[in-house]
């Protein structure tokens, strides 16, 4: 008998919601612009947000065709659903297809919404999908390059919430989102490194053009950068001004004790491989986040 209820599992595995998480950089545009609790602007970017996950899924579903073979000789990538069997290449494919097309209806249903800026969301999040396809095919074997895709699909998400409500984008949540997806990058392709050099096992096949010395070196450089970009903007006349308050630099120990933390989780514990599993599980790195965001609420309608 048919277990519909497991292969249902597979499929939604398949798309690989946890990744999901990522896509909440959407929302930082209302966070900064003080419209968190807006509904008129809470409503279209949450229809951009669920247009975005699809489309991501819809690339996590070509992947996972695009690497069938390599993941099928791999000891952990053998497990995904494609590559153990509990789904075909041609059903990938639909629900891939199925993916993008309900992602572009979501941004079509709410036109009403997002007004004039439907045509820029489209070109976003096409563009979004043209990269990562190119993505999967080619560029992610060439060092670097790799890494610095993974971060400028962040800049595009948030890029995708300005669109999304008309919200200007200032140069520092620009430069912050793009060091911060940066250090996780990096820090994610140390893992790889230190996986290959202990065991010979290649996650990826430009693993080789990267060494843990070069690795350390890059990781201290970005988070450096991105410590320094978050304090910049914290003392910025023009954050201050428009936060109405002198006091946003308080912010800045949370955001150290996080990039603090992730650098002990990535040298000491060797646990960077996904950065999605350590927002869910590292307790440490919750408890900065929660922290960071209370800080502001009290810092804007508090010490006001």
Request: aromatic fraction near 16%; charged fraction near 15%; glycine fraction near 4%.
């Amino acid at each position: 008998m048919i277990n519909i209820k497991k292969i249902m599992k597979r499929y939604f595995e398949l798309l690989r919601p946890h990744q999901w998480l990522k896509n909440f950089f959407i929302f930082l545009p209302l966070f900064f612009d003080h419209h968190m609790l807006d509904i008129s602007y809470l409503v279209p970017t949450v229809l951009v947000f669920f247009s975005y996950c699809l489309a991501a899924s819809g690339i996590y579903c070509f992947n996972d065709i695009y690497d069938v073979e390599s993941d099928k000789k791999h000891f952990q990538k053998c497990n995904r659903p494609i590559a153990s069997g509990a789904v075909s290449k041609p059903a990938a494919y639909a629900l891939m297809l199925v993916c993008y097309i309900i992602s572009f209806v979501i941004l079509m249903l709410g036109n009403f919404e997002l007004g004039g800026s439907i045509f820029k969301l489209f070109g976003v999040i096409g563009f979004y999908i043209l990269m990562n396809i190119a993505y999967c095919v080619k560029l992610k074997q060439i060092a670097i390059v790799d890494v610095f895709i993974i971060a400028f699909g962040f800049v595009l998400r948030i890029v995708a919430g300005g669109f999304a409500t008309g919200i200007h984008l200032s140069q520092w949540i620009v430069l912050m989102t793009f060091l911060l997806a940066l250090f996780l990058a990096f820090a994610k392709r140390r893992d790889d490194v230190v996986l290959y050099e202990d065991s010979g096992v290649k996650m990826r096949k430009n693993v080789n053009r990267y060494n843990l010395t070069f690795m350390n070196q890059v990781i201290v450089v970005v988070s450096c950068l991105t410590m320094m970009c978050y304090i910049m903007y914290t003392v910025s006349p023009e954050i201050v001004e428009k936060f109405q308050s002198p006091y946003i630099y308080m912010t800045t120990i949370f955001v150290l004790a996080g990039i603090f933390r992730y650098l002990q989780l990535t040298v000491v514990d060797v646990k960077s491989g996904s950065p999605t599993k350590i927002l869910i599980n590292d307790r440490f790195i919750q408890a900065c986040i929660v922290g960071w965001i209370l800080m502001f609420v009290i810092i804007i309608y508090v010490l006001k």
